[in-house]
C-alpha cells in the first residue's frame, strides 16, 4: 500500500509510492557533463560580455571587470524583473496587475568553465555563501523589496541555460505564495505549540535518525519526512534562526563542507544529477522571529512533472526518504579538498 | 518592464517577462511524433496485459478484455494510489501520514496507436468525456473520496510514459492543496461580490476579445490574464456548473468540438508540442455550488520549471497571453473531421 504523508510545515499531502521505481538506477535521465564548447560569457577573459559587476573577488588587486576575479556577481542580462521604478499597482477590470520590478543577479561561483559546484573546494564555496551574503545586506536596504530568494539551477534537466557554474538571486516586491504558506504554516505551528517547527523537526530527526544523511556542530542534513521529490535533501541549521544572512563566519564554514559533502553525495549515489537547489529564508520584514527557520532545500531533477502534479500540488515520490537517506548515508567520499 | 499579474482566483503571482523569448518559434522542443515501434499493451489484440477492464465502449458486442472495443478504461499496472481499505490516520512524532488509497485508472481513449487525441473525430472524443463523466459517477458513489482528478499527459516531455494516447484519472481520500487554493479563491469572491469570478472573468474576456481564442455558444476559449505557461488555454463553459460530470449531452459535444478544436491550434503554431491537460472541478462533497465553476485547463509544455518556480511558487512567463491568443486565433484549421 502506498503512504500519504503530510509535510508538516506546508500541509502539503506527498504520495509516497512504494509500487514504483525506487532505487537510484532506477531513474532514466541524462548525466551532467560540462562539454566547455563555444563561447561563455562567464569565462575568465570575458568580462565584458556580461553587464558590468555588481561586485567581484579579487585578492590581486586587479581591475573591474577584467580578469583576476575569483567570483562575480553580475545583473542578469536577460532580467526576468526590471529594476527602475515603482510598482503602479493597477486593475484592469475585475484583474489585478504591477510593475514587473525586482532585481535579477547572477553570482559566478568560479572563473573555471570545467568546476562544477560540487568540485570546488570548501574555501571556494564559502565565498559564494558569502557573495549571497553580501547581495543581500545590499538589496535589503532597498524598501522596495520584500523577499530575497536564491537558488541554484544545476543542469539543463534543472534548467541551467548555461553551463558554467553560477546561482541567482531575484529581490520581490511581494512575498511569493510558497513563501507565504511555509512563513504561516510555521508561525501556526508556533501559535498552537509555541516551539519552532523546525526545532522540532531536528530534534525528532536526530532522535530516529532514519532520514539523517548526515551531522555536523551546526548543520544536519536530513531527507525530509514527506519530499516531493526522489533524493529531496534538506540542511537546516541546529540553531534557530530566521534568516539566512545572519548566519555567523563559523557557520557558513560548516554550510559550505556540508553542501559540498551533499552535492558530491548525489553525484556518487545518482551519477551527476541535475539538480536545483533554494535557500529558504524569512521575508524581509519579518525577521528576525520565533517561528520561522531558514534551510536550503536540494531537489535532484529525476523525475518529470505532469498533469496530476500541476493539478494538485501533491506529488507522487517512489522513493521513500528512509530509502534515500540509507543510499546517502551509504556514499563513499573522497577525502575533502 | 516585465509585468506582474495576479491569477485572481488562486492569488499567484505570475511574470509576464517581456525582455525574453515569446514567438512561437523562440521555443526549443521536441515535436511530439508517434514512433510505434515495440510492444504497446494499449493497443488492440493486447487487451490481456492490462488489468481486466472497468468499462469499454464496444458497439459490435464483442466480449470483455478482447478486441472490438473503441474506448477502454483500466486500472494503472503500477497505480500511484490502493483501493483497498481505509485510510488509518496516524502520527509520527510531530508528523502525520495515512494509506496512499485511492483510485487510479486510465482511458485508452482509441485502439489506434497511430492517432493523437487532436487526430480522432469529434465523436470520439465526445466518447473519451462520456468515460470521464462513467468513471467519476462511479467513483463518487464511494464515500471514501472526496475529489476526483482528471488529467491527461500527452508526449514524453509532459511526463507520457506510454506513448499510445490516454488520459488518466485519481481519486483522492482528500482535496488537495491546490484545488482547495482555486476553490475557497473562488468562495472569498463570491462571499465579497455575490457573483461567481468565472463568470465574471467569461464576461470581461468576452468583451475585450483580447485574450479569446475561440467561442461557441456553450463555451469559450481563453489565453487566461495571469497563465504559468507560455501558450496556456482555459475551456470554460458558459452556463454557471460547479461539476464537470453535470454537464449536459449537448454540452459535451460542443467541449468535444472546442477541445480538438484548441489541441489542433496547439499543433499548428506550436509544432506537436507536448501538453497537459487537466479538468479543474469541485471537490465531491462541496457540490452543487455558487462559487465554483468547473473548466479544463491546457498547458503546452514549452519551458523547464526550475529553482525559482519551485521556491517561490510564481512563474515567469515569456508570452503575454494576448500575443498567445493573437497567434492561436490565426491557426489555420482543416474542416474538423
Redesign the interface.
Known amino acids: ?6 509535510d ?1 510545515i ?4 506527498v ?6 521505481a525506487k532505487r537510484p538506477s532506477d531513474f532514466v535521465r541524462e548525466r551532467v557533463e560540462i562539454h566547455g564548447s563555444g563561447f561563455c560569457p562567464f569565462c575568465n577573459g570575458n568580462e565584458t560580455k556580461t553587464p558590468p559587476e555588481i561586485i567581484a573577488y579579487r585578492s590581486d588587486g586587479s581591475s573591474r571587470n577584467a580578469p583576476g576575479w575569483s567570483l562575480r556577481v553580475v545583473p542578469n542580462k ?5 529594476i ?2 515603482g510598482l503602479n499597482r493597477q486593475g ?10 525586482g532585481a535579477h543577479e547572477v553570482i559566478i561561483e568560479t572563473p573555471d568553465h570545467q568546476k562544477t559546484l560540487a568540485m570546488l573546494s570548501q574555501r571556494q564555496i564559502e565565498d559564494v555563501l558569502w557573495a549571497y551574503r553580501d547581495r543581500i545586506l545590499d538589496l535589503k536596504k532597498d524598501h522596495r523589496f520584500k523577499y530575497i ?1 536564491i ?3 544545476h543542469g ?5 541555460s548555461l553551463e558554467h557554474t553560477h546561482s ?1 538571486l ?1 529581490a ?3 512575498v ?4 507565504r ?1 511555509e512563513v504561516d504554516g510555521s508561525r501556526e505551528y508556533f501559535n498552537f505549540k509555541e516551539r519552532c ?1 523546525f526545532c ?2 531536528i530534534k ?1 530527526e536526530s532522535e ?1 535518525g532514519v532520514r539523517v544523511i548526515a551531522d555536523s556542530p551546526e548543520f544536519i542534513a536530513v531527507a525530509p ?2 519530499p516531493r521529490f526522489p533524493f529531496e535533501i534538506w540542511i537546516i541549521p541546529r540553531t534557530h534562526l530566521s534568516a539566512f544572512e545572519d548566519s555567523q563566519k563559523h557557520e557558513f564554514e560548516q554550510l559550505a563542507s556540508m553542501l559540498k559533502d551533499m552535492l558530491t553525495r548525489l553525484d556518487k549515489v545518482l551519477d551527476f544529477p541535475a539538480y ?3 535557500i ?1 529564508t524569512s521575508p524581509i520584514p519579518e525577521t528576525p522571529n520565533e517561528h520561522y527557520h531558514w534551510h536550503l532545500e536540494i ?1 535532484p531533477k529525476l523525475t ?5 502534479e ?5 506529488h ?1 515520490n517512489p522513493t521513500p526518504p528512509e530509502e534515500s537517506a540509507k543510499f546517502l548515508r551509504a556514499a563513499v567520499l573522497e577525502p575533502a579538498t
Not at 78 to 82: D, E
Not at 156 to 160: I, K, R
Request: no cysteine; glycine share 12%; hydrophobic share 45%.
Open positions: 500500500m502506498p503512504e500519504l504523508r503530510k508538516p506546508t500541509g502539503r499531502w504520495i509516497i509510492a512504494t509500487e514504483r536577460f532580467p526576468a524583473l526590471g527602475e521604478g484592469e477590470g475585475l484583474f489585478d496587475k504591477m510593475n514587473g520590478l530568494m537558488f541554484k539551477n539543463e534537466a534543472a534548467g541551467a541567482q531575484i520581490l516586491p511581494v511569493p505564495k510558497r513563501v504558506e517547527i522540532d523537526i525528532q530516529s519526512f514527506a536545483n537547489y533554494i529558504h531537489m518529470k512533472v505532469a498533469g496530476f500541476w493539478g494538485t500540488g501533491f507522487i
